[in-house]
C-alpha cells in the first residue's frame, strides 16, 4: 500500500461525521428546528472556543503567558476529569487485577470471592451515589469512589475469564520444563490472559467516563460533567454540546493511548515478534 492509499484509508471515517455535521448545519440555518434546542455546529464551535480560551487578558504579573494560554475554563474541567478518571481507575483496576488474577488461578478462592462478587456486580454504580456523599462527603472522594467502582468490574471479570481461558496445553508444558508456580504464573498465565485483561482495561475506562460524569453532575463543582449541568440551568446548548465533544475528544485521547498499549503488548500475540 503506497502513502496515498493509506492516507485514504484514514480518511475514510472522516465522510460520514462530516456528512452529518454539514447536514445539521442545513438543518438549522433552514429554520427547521430552533436553534435554541439544538444549535448550529458553527454555533457550537464558536462556544466551544470561547469556553477554551482564558476569561480574562493577559496580565504579566500573574504569571507566564504560557501558564495563562492554559488558564481557560474548558482546559482546568478536562485536567479536573482526567484527573478524576485516571485515579478512579488506578485505585479500581489495581485492586480487581491481583484479585482476578487469584480468582482465575485458584478455584478455592473463586468459590469463596464469587457469591458476593455477583450480588454486588449487577448493582449499577450510579446506585452507590447517596452512600458515596454520606461516606465522603462532596467534592472529589465520593467521584473517585463512583468511578473505581465503575472501573472494578469489568477488569475484575475479565481477568477472570482470561486467565481459566488459559490453554491447558501451556500449563502442561510449563509443569513438563520444570516452571515453578510462580514462574508460570508470570511467564505463562498473565500472558496468556494480557488480550482479556486489556479488554476489560478499555471496558473499565468507558465505565468510568460514564460514573465521571454522574458524578460531577452530583458532587463536585468542577469538571465537564459540572459544566454540562450549569449551562443546562441557564440553557445554553450550544455550551451542552461543547461539553459532550470535549468528553468524547478526551475519551478518544485516552483510548488511543490504550489501544497502542494494548498493540505494544500483544505485539507477540500478533506475530510481530
Known amino acids: 500500500m503506497n502513502k496515498d492509499q493509506g492516507l485514504l ?8 461525521p462530516a456528512i452529518v455535521v454539514i447536514l445539521w448545519e442545513v438543518v438549522v440555518r433552514a429554520g427547521w428546528v430552533n436553534p435554541q434546542v439544538l444549535p448550529a455546529p458553527s454555533a457550537v464551535l464558536v462556544k466551544w472556543y470561547q ?22 475554563e474548558l482546559i ?20 480487581a487485577l491481583p484479585l482476578g488474577l487469584l480468582m482465575g488461578a485458584s478455584q478455592r478462592i473463586y468459590d469463596y470471592m464469587n457469591p ?7 448493582i449499577p454504580p450510579i446506585a452507590y451515589i447517596p452512600l458515596a456523599i454520606l461516606w465522603f462527603g462532596l467534592g472529589n472522594p465520593p467521584a473517585v469512589f463512583l468511578i473505581a467502582l465503575g472501573a472494578f468490574f469489568p477488569v475484575l471479570m475479565n481477568t477472570i475469564v482470561g486467565v481459566r481461558a488459559v490453554d491447558s496445553i501451556y500449563i502442561r508444558a510449563g509443569k513438563n520444563l520444570g516452571a515453578g508456580s510462580f514462574l508460570m504464573f508470570r511467564k505463562i498465565i498473565v500472558p496468556a490472559a494480557m488480550p482479556y485483561i486489556l479488554s476489560g482495561v478499555r471496558i473499565g475506562i468507558g465505565t ?3 460514573c465521571m460524569i454522574v458524578a460531577e453532575m452530583i458532587a463536585v463543582n468542577n469538571g465537564l460533567g459540572y459544566r ?27 483510548d488511543t493511548v490504550v489501544s497502542r498499549l494494548n498493540n505494544y503488548l500483544l505485539r507477540w500475540h500478533r506475530g510481530l515478534e
Open 116 to 122: 458476593l462478587i455477583q450480588v454486588l456486580r449487577p
Open 9 to 16: 484509508s484514514k480518511l475514510k471515517g472522516v465522510w460520514v
Open 208 to 210: 468510568g467516563f460514564i
Open 51 to 72: 469556553y477554551l480560551m482564558p476569561l480574562e487578558a493577559y496580565d504579566p504579573a500573574q504569571g507566564s503567558k504560557f501558564a495563562w494560554y492554559f488558564s481557560g
Open 228 to 254: 454540562i449541568l450549569e449551562a443546562r440551568e441557564y440553557f445554553w446548548s450550544d455550551k451542552i454540546i461543547a461539553g459532550m465533544f470535549s468528553i468524547g475528544l478526551l475519551g478518544l485521547a485516552i
Open 76 to 95: 482546568r474541567d478536562l485536567w479536573e476529569s482526567f484527573y478524576r478518571v485516571f485515579l478512579g481507575f488506578v485505585i479500581g483496576g489495581g485492586l
